[in-house]
T-cell receptor
Framework: NAGVTQTPKFQVLKTGQSMTLQCAQDMNHEYMSWYRQDPGMGLRLIHYSVGAGITDQGEVPNGYNVSRSTTEDFPLRLLSAAPSQTSVYFC????????????FGEGSWLTVV | GEDVEQSLFLSVREGDSSVINCTYTDSSSTYLYWYKQEPGAGLQLLTYIFSNMDMKQDQRLTVLLNKKDKHLSLRIADTQTGDSAIYFCAERGAAGNKLTFGGGTRVLVKP
């Protein structure tokens, strides 16, 4: 009963490094998305996907790339990390017409120094 | 874009009722959600309400929705110290499963 799994939970990066945050779900959900959480700003949508092979930008997409080659996985790539990307990142998934429930992962705490 | 607003902070005495308020701008919202986040933890879905309802009760939680004024509230009865957390209001528009979150209300329960 894994639900939405994010890795790593904690990461420290140097400015300019690249990395990938992993997100996997085992519920066969079509919709997946990435949010970032900054103090006092709630969660903001970075990128989302409505199915394998389809991705689109959210509210704050700059500096991030995504791909959706399988239904299960939705990795988030930081191409050249900047201190402004220090944040907590949450992955979410849901059925296409889920109605009530959107499932969140436990979060990934990223610090860019 | 759509906007969701919440007050920043609420202090309440243990045993009293808490009321957290939220306003939103999206007139095509389908579902509205309340999430709880404890320090260092992820988001826990507390409750949700469909946009054609005006009230939903779930144990100590009561959600009120005024769709005309685009106002949502969460009432926690008999507030406990374990209710201290940040509470996020979120709305889901008609276009898909994207959520727009408020900035969160930090609730502090005093013994």
């Amino acid at each position: 009963n894994a639900g939405v799994t994010q890795t790593p939970k904690f990461q420290v990066l140097k400015t300019g490094q690249s990395m990938t945050l992993q997100c996997a779900q085992d519920m066969n959900h079509e919709y997946m998305s990435w949010y970032r959480q900054d103090p006092g700003m709630g969660l903001r949508l970075i990128h989302y996907s409505v199915g394998a092979g389809i991705t689109d930008q959210g509210e704050v997409p700059n500096g991030y790339n995504v791909s959706r080659s399988t239904t299960e996985d939705f990795p988030l790539r930081l191409l050249s990390a900047a201190p402004s990307q220090t944040s907590v990142y949450f992955c979410a998934s849901s059925e296409r017409y889920s109605g009530n429930t959107i499932y969140f992962g436990e979060g990934s705490w990223l610090t860019v120094v | 874009g759509e906007d969701v607003e919440q007050s920043l902070f609420l202090s309440v005495r243990e045993g009293d009722s808490s009321v957290i308020n939220c306003t939103y701008t999206d007139s095509s919202s389908t579902y509205l959600y309340w999430y709880k986040q404890e320090p260092g933890a992820g988001l826990q879905l507390l409750t949700y309400i469909f946009s054609n309802m005006d009230m939903k009760q779930d144990q100590r939680l009561t959600v009120l929705l005024n769709k005309k004024d685009k106002h949502l509230s969460l009432r926690i009865a008999d507030t406990q110290t374990g209710d201290s957390a940040i509470y996020f209001c979120a709305e889901r528009g008609a276009a898909g499963n994207k959520l727009t979150f408020g900035g969160g209300t930090r609730v502090l329960v005093k013994p």
